[in-house]
């Protein structure tokens, strides 16, 4: 039987006997293709004697299985077996080429065409202004990206405002957080760490907006009775030079009130797992509509890799925010960001963390406050064994004296819930592990 790719074998040929004889020892990049769509993982291989064992990441479309991989070498290049839990799953022959290697064959009964390359050597970082010119409204795998960017690289660049609108309040995209990007990561792949530094969050305009006058349905009692004022002015005045917001229209006790500005961004996040496509209002494992306030300039954030480049996008900034978004928006408006992108290669927490110059935070998001805090504290104690090396008992000890928990996002789709620890505390317990 033939495929679209030649005959459905469970085995990829080398033709060239000169790159034949490099050892296949090593982590190689790998991406397959198949009729449907595609998958990306790292394939950590050994080779003894002609033998070759070793482990992949799923390469199912959605990425759920983790597989392991035994083969031979061959005069033409090398066959390889993938295998599920002692289950077969299909047979690949590799042609190694320069750049690494290439083949056909048959991933669970499909077709598949497969890519590999070796790890790429570092470039030089270099910084770039980059203007976008299309948005997007979703986090999601299928969108093409932007730029590509190499770990080191500095990008600056601007968002829009949550309803589509640039610094002149024109429309330039839907409505919905929209976003800047994605930027493709070179190297990025599934299971690896995206760092990313907001190096500089700006206010590009004057005037921001809150969609609601009144308190968000998630935030209060069942019961809680509002009545709005009819025509309440929702917009905000920012003057940028005395760093102060007023409302735009305030009178009585309201007349007087000037809120230091701390311009912030509200969704920032990568593609997320299973081959999702998730919208930008909505936030998770990979990030998302965050809204969390100590997302400003000097702030590092780490995330969970699940698609091959990570795919990172920002949106949705704000000049400031409560805790908890209350009202379903903060000061709305639209930012000039720099940042930095970096790697952590073959590590992750399995869910958003971030640091500034105070503390070291874990996200927790789920669709309860309870599970939020419970998934943020968990990841926290994950995070300190890790890093650490502190032992269950060492953690609840730490943990129980220290422990501080933010309320970042109460109405979005899911709860975002804090924990976090004083890097004044941490600096007690001596260098963290490499």
């Known amino acids: 039987m033939k495929s679209a790719f030649g005959a459905v074998a469970a085995s990829f040929v080398l033709s060239s006997t000169a790159w034949a004889a490099e ?67 299909g047979t690949v022959v590799l042609t190694r080429n320069a750049g690494g290697f290439m083949g056909t064959g048959a991933l669970y009964g499909v077709a ?43 990008v600056k660049t601007s968002t829009l405002d949550n309803e589509g609108r640039d610094r002149t309040l024109a429309w330039r995209g839907m409505p919905g957080n929209t976003l800047t990007g994605p930027f493709y990561v070179d190297g990025a792949m599934p299971g690896d760490t995206l760092v990313v530094r907001l190096d500089s969050v700006t206010l590009n305009r004057d005037v921001a907006h809150m969609a609601s006058s009144r308190l968000n349905g998630k935030a209060v009692q069942a019961g809680h009775v509002q009545t709005p004022v009819p025509g309440w002015n929702r917009d905000w005045t920012l003057d940028r030079d005395k760093g102060a917001a007023r409302p735009a229209s305030a009178s009585g006790r309201l007349a007087g009130l000037a809120l230091p500005l701390a311009p912030m961004v509200g969704s920032i996040g990568v593609a997320p797992p299973s081959n999702q496509g998730l919208a930008a209002g909505d936030l998770g494992f990979h990030g998302g509509n965050l809204d969390y306030r100590r997302l400003t300039a000097g702030v590092t954030l780490y995330f969970p890799v699940y698609q091959a480049g990570a795919l990172l996008s920002l949106g949705d900034g704000h000049a400031l925010q409560g805790d908890g978004e209350i009202t379903g928006q903060g000061l709305e408006t639209s930012l000039d960001v720099t940042f930095t992108v970096d790697l952590i290669k073959g590590r992750n927490l399995g869910q958003v963390w971030s640091e500034d110059s105070e503390f070291v935070m874990v996200s927790g998001i789920d669709n309860s406050l309870d599970d939020s805090l419970k998934m943020a504290t968990s990841g926290l104690a994950r995070w300190l064994a890790e890093r650490y090396g502190l ?44």
């Open 112 to 154: 598949v065409r497969m890519t590999g390359t070796s790890a790429a050597a570092p470039k030089p970082a270099v910084r770039r202004e980059f203007t976008p010119q299309t948005y997007s409204t979703r986090f999601d795998g299928q969108i093409p990206p932007v730029l590509h960017l190499s770990p080191g690289d500095a």
């Open 23 to 89: 050892p296949w020892t090593g982590a190689w990049p790998t991406f397959v293709k198949f009729a449907n769509g595609a998958s990306a993982a790292t394939l950590v291989l050994s080779e003894e004697n002609g033998a070759i064992s070793g482990t992949s990441g799923p390469l199912d479309e959605n990425g759920y299985w983790p597989l392991v991989v035994k083969g031979r070498s061959t005069v033409a290049g090398a066959t390889l077996n993938f295998l599920r839990r002692d289950k077969p799953v």
């Open 391 to 434: 032992n269950d008992s060492e953690i609840a000890a730490l943990l129980g004296a220290t422990v501080e928990y933010d309320i970042a996002e109460v109405v979005d789709p899911r709860p975002h819930v804090v924990a976090k620890i004083s890097k004044k505390t941490l600096a007690m317990l001596g260098e963290p592990r490499p």
